[in-house]
């Protein structure tokens, strides 16, 4: 099967790139591949194209220049934040943060307690939600960074970021408050400052742009410690030579998605829409977070006596791509850590996929997909 036959819904895990992303990268490596710091025409070339690419993606997410710093992706924004202030900070000050997390919190907050800080973990309800409450519960006067993700990434699930955003200020107003909008940057549209985020974990590979590249929005009034230690470059921030044409077309690439939102984001939940409809009239199956807000990409599904790791092979072999949830914890093999915060019976666990469309897919996509997962189910009972 040739990949233009194979139908791709891990959109979540990642997305082809954009063309526009493509040309991008491929005429900013001609025209800026020089390094961004050195002294001569080729170099300031460089770094008129880095400085241009950061007041772009700034302008569209309504943000400082001064207030984005380009990252290897969401992984090296959540682990900059989350761990960076604990570094020279007293053992008895703690954060704050959730069980459904990716692992890049995750395994962050280990790290943060493994210093000897106390990490409370807020839970979720058995529908993927963190609620308001169950949050600033953990907070308290010795809470220095608190972080929760924008929506989930295996269930899409949206959580209650600016309600939250606020009750912590009043709670605490030196927390800093991190979300992870790698997902949730998809396909809603956000703005920070707006929803009291003071920091923020965004990855180009989820939109369309390169992977290898992202970047930390960070409000103006932090300056976090450089994580990374050697030369001066991202505003003294982060030290290491700057990846220009992975940022230009990162930037390409959102710029792309920001225009063209409204027509991609609804196709999405159109083809969900009837993906999901479809589903649920010919088989038995649980959609998770079916009754409240998710993002429009995501599609959890819980298939009754059906071993999704022999479901997705079959899907594969069928020409349909998708996923048991996030892509590292499938490659691990482990249960999912979010199905189990949502105590999902331990029967139903290895039930589920993820189903994510993206900005590569098109109408009738999900009545196509609905057809292939049918014939599988029905094929496997
Ligand atoms: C919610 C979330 N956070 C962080 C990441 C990691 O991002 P990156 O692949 O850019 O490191 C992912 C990627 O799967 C994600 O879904």
Redesign the pocket.
Known sequence: MKNKDYLYLDH??STPMRKAAITEYVNAESFGFANSSGGHKLSRDSKNLLEDSREKIASLLDVAPGEIIFTS???EA?NWTIKSLFTSTKLDENLVTSNIE?E?VLASAEWVSSLGHKVNYAKSNNEGLVEEDEFLDHVNEKTIVASL?WGN?ETGVIQPISQISKALKSANESTLFHS?V??GIISENINFHNSGIESA?I?A?KIGGPKGV?AMFINNKYKLPSFFHGGKQELERRAGTVDVPGIASFAAALEEQQNKFDDEVGMMKEEREIFEDKLKNSLEVVIVGDSIDRLPHISNIQFADINSEVLLIELDLNGLGVSRG??CASGAQKPSHVLEAMNVDEKFINNHLRFSFGWSNQKGDGSKAADIVIKAVQGMK
């Open positions: 979540a895990a992706g969401g992984t959540d990716h890049a993700m990434n992870d790698v997902q974990a990855s590979h992202g996030s892509a």
